[in-house]
């Protein structure tokens, strides 16, 4: 009930395509849900959120899309770029009552090669 | 305005050492969050305290661990007597309430040798 399950667990995207990140949640109470960005030796960083009252939310070159009937939410990165290349982990919480205490998924390592 | 800081960035103990890592929250922040990440995992939540209590410890490990967040200071998350299994990486979130965007520290990686 608690778990947030990502794929796939690592991913090589040419320079200029799509990368395509997908997460799945079991708790129907979960209602914030966000992807953070974190390159080696550094802490996570906040990259984008959705809340289930939206199907998509778009901030640059980054997407997130929402199915809440599924149970499933997937972060696009348009115009992949070789600075993109980061571990993107999506998370989950009952965010009204609790941000800070988020459910992570296991993470996806993102290569874009030149 | 500086972000979350966590010293020291590096530790290395000996098996049945002690470990201290601090975490200085974001300026304006009152609530601190602990999580740990093992090597090629996500991260795992441990605790979230506010200023002298501890609101939610369910993911603390039953023995061994603490974590404290006096009126004055850093928070602190103490681990005794460490074993080989302790070695991750260690990160402190804040946020200015409940409700909003917690943000990261650099972390603190703790090796058991």
């Known amino acids: 009930q608690q778990q947030v399950k990502q794929s796939p667990q690592s991913l090589i995207v040419q320079k200029g395509g799509i990368s395509i990140i997908n997460c799945a949640y079991e708790n129907t109470a979960f209602d914030y849900f966000p992807w953070y960005q974190q390159f080696p030796g550094k802490g996570p960083a906040l990259l984008i959120a959705i809340r289930p009252d939206v199907s998509e939310k778009k901030e640059g070159r980054f997407t997130i899309s929402f199915n809440k009937s599924a149970k499933q939410f997937s972060l696009h990165i348009m115009d992949s770029q070789p600075g993109d290349s980061a571990t993107y982990f999506c998370?989950?919480?009952?965010?009204?009552?609790?941000?800070?205490?988020?459910?992570f998924g296991q993470g996806t390592t993102l290569q874009v090669k030149p | 305005n500086a972000g979350v800081m966590q010293n020291p960035r590096h530790l290395v103990r000996r098996r049945g050492q002690e470990a201290r890592l601090r975490c200085s929250p974001m300026?304006?922040?009152?609530?601190v969050y602990w999580y740990r990440q093992l090597p090629e995992e996500g991260l795992k939540f441990m605790v979230y305290l506010q200023k002298e209590n501890i609101i939610d410890e369910s993911g603390m490990p039953k023995e061994r661990f603490s974590a404290e967040f006096p009126k004055e200071g850093p928070s602190i998350l103490r681990i005794q007597q460490v074993v080989r299994g302790d070695s991750a990486a260690y990160f402190c979130a804040s946020s200015s309430w409940s409700g909003t965007e917690a943000f990261f520290g650099q972390g603190t990686r703790l090796t058991v040798v």
């Open positions: 998370a989950a919480n009952k965010g009204s009552s609790n941000t800070g205490k988020l459910i």
């Open positions: 300026k304006g922040h009152s609530h």
